[in-house]
């Protein structure tokens, strides 16, 4: 039997939002997604198949939505980012559940790469 993982693959999507309430009645009323809350400034939605959260952290971007991929080790991944010419924009953190970092591939798109495990 194959195992199939999620190292490497979209994983997440997140929306920097200017009102979590409001973007999730809107959310709600077109697409009947479900939330979890985990505090004021951040709740995670699913649509029955792919999960992703809505954050105030940041401001909004216009455009699109931050694609978080999952990898198993973060060091290795962000490696190999820098050498295909990735810029890191955001520094490896870490938040409940994990630890991840942002960057920039090579047209300006800006994507984050997280794990579970330790950095």
Excluded at 1 to 26: C, G, H, P, W
Excluded at 31 to 60: C, K, M, S
Excluded at 78 to 83: A, G
Aim: hydrophobic share 35%; charged share 25%.
């Amino acid at each position: 039997m194959t195992s199939i993982t999620r190292d490497q693959k979209i994983d997440y999507i997140e929306f920097n939002v200017a009102n979590i309430e409001r973007s999730k009645l809107f959310y709600a009323s077109a697409f009947n997604w479900q939330y979890t809350d985990y505090g004021p400034a951040y709740t995670e939605f699913t649509d029955g198949r792919l999960t992703g959260g809505f954050t105030t952290g940041e401001a909004p971007r216009p455009g699109g939505a931050l694609v978080i991929i999952y990898a198993d080790n973060l060091v290795d991944t962000q490696r190999r980012l820098e050498i295909a010419g990735a810029v890191i924009t955001k520094p490896v953190f870490e938040f409940p559940g994990g630890c991840r970092f942002h960057f920039q591939d090579l047209d300006g798109y800006e994507l984050a790469v997280w794990s579970d495990r330790t950095a």
